[in-house]
């Protein structure tokens, strides 16, 4: 009766058209990330020198993954969960592995936009003042110690409130409604807003000398086995790949859509996004270094939130015109931030609403609801910021790469769907992928990826992370991974409400290679 079951099911929505779902998996891979962390870590790795290892990631990992995510969305249908069951019932904890993480992602990700919220607000009358670092972790965060906090900030709570708000609406209205038409507008208001910061940008005094420290190519940085983990490292945050997203996303996509050719054009907009973004933080920085009689390389706070909190308002302060560049900047984080949340929340309101049998709205409200609760109590106290840090190196560093080591493995050596997800990826698109992809998703992706973990969860058990408390680090680190596989395995073990469709079949063309 699961083929009976499957068929009786409603007709999937589906993006549009082609454009809208490439703008909205741009969306997802364009976020906070992308203007803050790689500028930081080009700049540390080598320089120009880096753009080396990155093109490679890119080509060897980042796209094949990328692929590999659209293959089992697009041809089982389904959020993660539901599509990694279709392809081999065990699987589906994976899947939820992937959302419950994403879960876990959105619920600081929302406190990052009130934080962008507020200082594009701040930015019209630099309320930061002239000492940005205080004004951020003590007037505006009031950050305190490392401890399991309940005291509100208002300041903090009220834009996070409002950021649940838009993020609820969007959602509840659907993929086509409201995902698309959101990014629709976004995406380009996003990158008009970014090119006009990158032109005000480079006409600063001081510029060349940011670009220079930014692009001067180490090339002796190339033999450092960190620098080329690290250019790997970069393209997975960066892309949304492996936990998830682009599984549910490519699961709207059209039966016939070119899913490849899509994805090509994802992988380089991403790219060339976060190359643009370091041409424009590097310029505004060197701009900051020549206005102390300084050098980049001297100044402090060159990625991560003290690079857009602290260290963008020194710049605006100084700067003619600053108010309209903040105004611009921060709302620029604004755009970026809410178009990654909405693409994170869309695959866990999606996979609540397959397995549970819920309407997509009221999938969306309990989703959002409980997000915005734990978001609220958690990372608008004054130990959110270290709370934040805290659970979202865990979750990079360590969520991210399990669910693409397992992922991997699964369909390239336990399962052995490979062939069919390329012989599906081949019939539906133009740009046709070789056998090679074989070698890169089941070889080379997965001996990284596992050097990656065992380097950075030994550096965690050793040294530590900032000096915080090893009881913080149990209670929000491990503690955030170890919630992530027991809501995993509880929400596998419960029962589908009116569906048991392990063996769906999508695509009946493609039932003689499954045979």
Not at 101 to 117: E, H, N, P, T
Not at 276 to 291: D, E, N, P, R
Request: glycine share 10%; hydrophobic share 55%; aromatic share 12%.
């Amino acid at each position: 009766m699961a083929g009976g079951s499957a068929a009786a099911a409603p007709e999937r929505e589906t993006w549009t058209s082609s454009t809208g779902f490439i703008l909205a998996a741009v969306g997802s891979a364009v976020g906070l990330g992308n203007i803050w962390r790689f500028p930081g870590v080009a700049y540390e790795s080598g320089g120009g020198a880096f753009l080396i290892p990155y093109l490679v990631a890119l080509l060897t990992a980042g796209i094949p993954i990328l692929f590999l995510d659209y293959a089992i969305g697009h041809r089982y249908r389904g959020a993660a969960p539901l599509s990694y069951r279709r392809m081999a019932r065990p699987a589906e904890a994976l899947g939820w592995f992937q959302i419950v993480l994403s879960f876990v992602i959105a619920v600081y990700y929302a406190a990052v936009i009130a934080w962008s919220l507020s200082y594009f607000v701040f930015a019209f009358d630099l309320r930061w003042g002239e000492d940005t670092a205080v004004f951020f972790t003590g007037e505006y965060l009031q950050v305190g110690d490392p401890e399991v906090s309940t005291t509100l900030v208002p300041g903090v709570a009220v834009p996070l409130v409002l950021v649940w708000v838009v993020v609820l609406a969007i959602i509840a209205l659907g993929v086509s409604r409201g995902v698309q038409r959101v990014n629709v507008v976004f995406i380009p208001l996003l990158v008009v807003a970014f090119v006009g910061l990158v032109a005000r940008a480079l006409t600063l005094p001081g510029a060349a000398d940011g670009l220079n420290a930014l692009f001067t190519p180490d090339w002796a940085a190339l033999a450092d086995p960190g620098v080329w983990i690290a250019a790997y490292s970069q393209i997975f945050f960066s892309l949304s790949i492996a936990f998830g997203i682009m599984v549910t996303y490519a699961s709207y996509q059209r039966r016939r859509a070119n899913m490849t050719s899509s994805g090509l054009v994802v992988a380089f907009a991403n790219s060339s996004f976060e190359i643009l973004a370091g041409i424009g933080v590097f310029a505004t920085l060197g701009f900051l270094a020549h206005q102390q009689a300084s050098t980049v390389d001297q100044l402090e706070g060159l990625s991560g939130p003290i690079l857009s909190f602290v260290t963008f308002p020194a710049v605006i302060s100084e700067m003619p015109g600053g108010n309209l560049f903040g105004a611009v900047f921060f709302g620029a984080l604004v755009l970026a931030g809410f178009t990654s949340i909405i693409s994170i929340l869309l695959g866990v309101a999606a996979s609540v609403s397959e397995k549970f049998g819920l309407a997509h709205r009221t999938a969306s409200i309990v989703v959002c609801g409980v997000c915005a609760v734990i978001s609220i109590g958690l990372f608008s106290t004054t130990s959110g910021l270290i709370a934040l840090d805290t659970v979202d190196q865990w979750a990079n560093n360590v969520g991210i790469v399990v669910s693409a080591i397992v992922m991997t493995v699964l369909v390239a050596w336990v399962f052995r769907t490979a062939p069919v997800l390329r012989a599906h990826l081949n019939r539906v698109s133009t740009f046709q992928v070789g056998r090679v992809w074989y070698v890169l998703v089941g070889g080379l992706a997965p001996v990284l990826l596992t050097y990656m973990l065992v380097e950075r969860v030994r550096t965690l058990l050793t040294e530590g992370y900032e000096g915080y408390p090893t009881w913080y680090l149990a209670l929000f680190g491990w503690g955030a991974i170890a919630l992530v596989v027991v809501g995993a395995l509880i929400l596998t073990l419960a029962p589908w409400r009116d569906r048991d469709d392990t063996d769906f079949h999508a695509w009946p063309e493609l039932e003689e290679e499954r045979r």
